[in-house]
Structure formats: C-alpha cells, structure tokens
C-alpha cells in the first residue's frame, strides 16, 4: 500500500481561545507520533493551496461570504460560543479542503492507495449555512461532491467515527442520495443530532452508542449497521471523517475505545474500499483532544493504512 499524508504549518497558525480543546498541539502530537521510524515509509506531502471555488460543492456563496467576514485582522473573533476564528483561519480552512481534494486526486490517479490528511480546523459540524463545533467549512462533504465533479463518480460513501455525530455531513446530504453517510457517535452528546430514525433519502445512517460503550459494543455496531450499508451502497470512493474523541482518555465524550479499535475499524474499511472502491480511501482528521489518546489513535490508523 501507499499511503500518502498530508500536513501544512498553516494548520498550526489557525488559533483558539487559551484553554480551548481545538488547539495546534493536536497537530504537534500527531507530527511527531508519525515522525517515528515505524512510518518512514509514508508519502509526505505539503498540501497544496485550496481553491476557494470548491466551498461552494457545499455552501452557498452569501456563507461563504459571512466566514470570511468573520475572520480577524488580529486576535482572536468568536463566531459561536465554541467556534473561533484568528487572522490565518481562512488560509487554514481552504487548505485544509486543499488537502483533502488533492488527496481525492492522488487516490483516483493511483498516486496513492489511501491518504490521511492531518488539517484543522476540523469540518464535519460545518452545515450548509451554520459554521459551528470548531469547523468552519465541511471538508469532508466538500471532497465528496469534488470526487463526484472531478472524477465523474457516482457514489461517495463517508465514514464518520467521530464521537460526536457530523450534524453538518448529514444536513448538506440529507436529500442526496448520491453520498452516504454513517456515522456512530455518543448519544447524548453534542450536537444532538443522529437518532437512528435520521434517515435523510435513506442514505443516512446513525448508529448512535451510550455514554460508556466500549469496544465491542462499537465493534457490533460497525459490524451490524456501517458495514452492511457500504455494501449495499458500493461506493466508489470511501471517506473517513475520523475524529479519535471516542478514545478513553478523551476529555469530551464517555466512550471507551482503544487505539486498538481504530485500527480494526479502519481495517474493516479497508476492506470495503477494496471489494468497491479499488482501495480508494481517504482519510480526514475530524476532532480527539487528549494528545496521547489522538497520537496513539492516529499511530494505529496510519500504521493500518501503510500495511494493509
Ligand atoms: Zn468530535
């Protein structure tokens, strides 16, 4: 397999408040997880500049429009009560979909089997019209709908472990049958969105888990209700929103999984990316804010991404 990954500094200078668990070290965390020899191996790639016009594959101008009147000359605005912005926010944000629209090329000109893309600010809060949750614009959605625009496919299936459900994913594919969306996350828990009976066109599906789950409660839910929607679906492309806040050790979320969970959860979507989408996966960072819970986590995720 090759694994392709993509950081830039411009995701260290988006800035948040002091104290706010959405913060540069998590990227710091992560550079240097993956600076150890065991992912010597990884393609290492700058992401390239953004282009601002794919913000539009999920939100409407007047949006876009207002973000960017939000963001600062200097210091630090506040957009929602846990949603900021510093002076180099925009520059970090169409970066960060930089990053994941080249990582969409990279796995459609065989560049790369499979790429994670380590940006923030984080995206799958992000609605149509409602910057919220530390995310400015959907990333994941945006690389969806570039996928389906840039490579003429037809079904883009996204995977959303997250521990909080991806209220914005789901609002922007509500009525489109084209993209999937599974998500499992802690319910209750913010935002509030993702009971079972969210259906969208029938191509939502939440597979929502009680504070204090564990592995193998995630694991059967994977297994019983994810899985079996890829399947049936057959996607072209699988995009992962993969966020490790329901590692133990995170402090804003009650669910127990292990880095070892993540491993086996991206293996299983490994497999799936082989049985329909010719391996085609890509991977974007969502939330996880304990630095060792996200290093360990995001070292299983790369590691099985490089073996396979
Ligand atoms: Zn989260």
Redesign the pocket.
């Known amino acids: 397999m090759t694994t392709r990954l993509y950081t830039h500094p411009i995701f260290l200078e988006h800035l948040t408040p002091p104290g706010h668990p959405e913060r540069p070290d998590r990227l710091r965390a992560i550079e240097r997880v993956l600076d150890e020899e065991a992912f010597a191996a990884l393609d290492r790639i700058q992401a390239p500049e953004g282009d601002e016009a794919t913000i539009l594959y999920a939100h409407p101008a007047d949006f876009v429009a207002r973000v960017r009147a939000a963001i600062p000359d200097e210091g630090i605005a506040r957009i929602d009560a846990d949603t900021t912005a510093s002076p180099k926010s925009w520059q970090a944000a169409v970066t960060a979909i930089g990053a994941a629209n080249a990582a969409v090329d990279d796995v459609f000109s065989r560049r790369a089997d499979n790429v994670f893309v380590a940006a923030r600010p984080?995206g799958?809060h992000a609605e149509k019209t409602t910057a919220m949750?530390f995310c400015l614009f959907n990333t994941a959605a945006i690389a969806a709908r570039y996928a389906q625009k840039k490579h003429g496919v037809e079904r883009v299936a996204i995977v959303d472990w997250?521990?909080?459900h991806g209220n914005g994913t789901q609002d922007i594919f509500w009525d489109d049958p084209s993209v999937l969306y599974c998500s499992t996350?802690q319910m209750p828990l913010y935002p509030g969105t993702g009971a079972k009976t969210e259906t969208g066109a029938g191509n939502i599906v939440n597979a929502p888990l009680a504070p204090q789950t564990g592995s193998e409660v995630f694991r059967d839910a994977f297994l019983s209700r994810v899985l079996p929607a890829l399947d049936n679906f057959a996607p072209d492309l699988i995009i992962i929103s993969a966020?490790f806040?329901a590692h133990h050790r995170d402090p804003?979320?009650e669910i127990n999984l292990t880095e070892d969970d993540f491993d086996w959860a991206t293996g299983q979507l490994m497999q799936r990316a082989a049985r329909h989408s010719g391996n085609r996966l890509v991977s974007l960072l969502?939330?996880?804010?304990d630095l060792q819970g996200l290093a360990f986590s995001v070292a299983a995720h790369v590691g099985r991404l490089m073996k396979g």
């Open positions: 984080p799958h949750g997250d521990v909080h996350h966020g806040d804003l979320a969502e939330g996880g804010y």
